[in-house]
Nanobody
Framework: QARLVESGGDLVQPGGSLRLSCLAS????????MSWYRQAPGKERELVAR????????MYQDSVKGRFTISRDNAKNTVYLQMNSIEPEDTAVYLC?????????????WGHGTQVTVSS
């Protein structure tokens, strides 16, 4: 059974840093594209960052470019989101997503999220 467990969310002051982690199990993590999404109250879920299966390519939402870094450790089945220069607008539940290939299509798995609150 596929499982994604996020951790690392916290209350942080503007300008601070956090590192989120997402531990995966029950599917082929090393073959999967991994992403971080976020959802703020009253807003739609939005893609924050994505990384290819081997970590060769990454992409970011414009608002986090230069501040956030996505990375992965396939030996540990974990994907990370390093968040620097955090802004109040970054307050949201951060969710991990895996897109795992199958022979003719793919599976998509979600974690339950970790809360990041930015406040002074």
């Amino acid at each position: 059974q596929a499982r994604l467990v996020e951790s690392g969310g916290d209350l942080v002051q503007p300008g601070g840093s956090l590192r989120l982690s997402c531990l995966a199990s029950g599917f082929s993590f090393g073959s999967s594209i991994m992403s971080w999404y976020r959802q703020a109250p009253g807003k739609e879920r939005e893609l924050v960052a994505r990384i290819t299966s081997g970590g060769e390519q990454t992409m970011y939402q414009d608002s986090v470019k230069g501040r956030f870094t996505i990375s992965r450790d396939n030996a540990k089945n974990t994907v990370y989101l390093q968040m620097n220069s955090i802004e109040p607008e970054d307050t949201a539940v951060y969710l991990c997503n895996a897109v795992s290939p199958r022979p003719t299509d793919y599976d998509s798995f979600w974690g339950h999220g970790t809360q990041v609150t930015v406040s002074s």
